[in-house]
C-alpha cells in the first residue's frame, strides 16, 4: 500500500501559466516533506522541503503548500519554464528530528510546453 | 567541487554474476543510501548506513549487499540472488538521516 501518492501520472501546462504538482500521504505521522526535481537519465535535486509547523514555504518560482487536515501537499511553479519539464517526486517522513528514512512517491512527469 | 559520484553510468553483466556498484561523496555526510527505480515507481530504499560501519535493510534488500568502510564510500553489490535486477539505482547522502538526501546521477544496470 503506497503511504505517498502522486495521483497523476502526468502534467503538460503552458509555458508562463501556473503548474500544480499534488501528492497525498496517508500516515498521519508524517510531518516532514521534500519535493525533488528528476531529470531523465539523472539524480533527483532537491527543490523544497516544508515542515508540519508550516502550511506554505516559498523559494522563488516555487511554493509548496502543506494541508495536515487533508493530508495533502502541492508544489505551485510560477511561471513556469520549459526547463522545468522533468518528473518531480515528494517525499515524506516521519519525525526527521529523528532521522526516519523518507518514502518517496511515484512521481508527476511534467512538461511545460513553449 | 563537493558531490555524490556514481560510476559506471551504464553496466551490463550477464544473469547469474554479481556486480558491485560505486558510491562516493565528499561532502562530509553521515548518512548514505541506495535506492532503485523502477519505471512508474517512486524511489525504493535498497539500504542505508547512518555511520561509517553500520548499515541496515531497507524496504528491498533482499539480493543485495553493502558495505560501509570509509565515510565516504558507500558501495552496492548486486547478487545473482536478486531476482530482478535490471533498474536504474541511486546513491544519495544527507548530513544526518532525516535531513534532505542529495542524489548521485545513477547507474543503469541490465542483467541479461
Known amino acids: 500500500d503506497q503511504q505517498v501518492k502522486q495521483n497523476s501520472p502526468s502534467l503538460s501546462v503552458q509555458e508562463g501559466r501556473i503548474s500544480i504538482l499534488n501528492c497525498d500521504y496517508t500516515?498521519?505521522?508524517?510531518?516532514?516533506f521534500l519535493w525533488y526535481k528528476k531529470y531523465p537519465a539523472e539524480g533527483p535535486t532537491f527543490l523544497i522541503s516544508i515542515s508540519s509547523i508550516k502550511d506554505k514555504n516559498e523559494d522563488g518560482r516555487f511554493t509548496v503548500f502543506l494541508n495536515k487536515s487533508a493530508k495533502h501537499l502541492s508544489l505551485h511553479i510560477v511561471p513556469s519554464q520549459p526547463g522545468d519539464s522533468a518528473v518531480y517526486f515528494c517525499a515524506a517522513s516521519e519525525d526527521s528530528n529523528y532521522g526516519q528514512n523518507f518514502v518517496f512517491g511515484p512521481g508527476t512527469r511534467l512538461s511545460v510546453l513553449p | 567541487d563537493g558531490g555524490i559520484t556514481q560510476s559506471p553510468k551504464y553496466l551490463f553483466r550477464k544473469e547469474g554474476q554479481n556486480v558491485t556498484l560505486s558510491c562516493e561523496q565528499n561532502l562530509n555526510h553521515d548518512a548514505m543510501y541506495w535506492y532503485r527505480q523502477d519505471p512508474g515507481q517512486g524511489l525504493r530504499l535498497i539500504y542505508y548506513s547512518q555511520i561509517v560501519n553500520d548499515f541496515q535493510k531497507g524496504d528491498i534488500a533482499e539480493g543485495y549487499s553493502v558495505s560501509r568502510e570509509k565515510k565516504e564510500s558507500f558501495p552496492l553489490t548486486v547478487t545473482s540472488a536478486q531476482k530482478n535486477p535490471t533498474a536504474f539505482y541511486l546513491c544519495a547522502s544527507s548530513i544526518r538521516q532525516g535531513n534532505e538526501q542529495y542524489f548521485g546521477p545513477g547507474t543503469r544496470l541490465t542483467v541479461t
Open positions: 500516515n498521519s505521522m508524517f510531518d516532514y
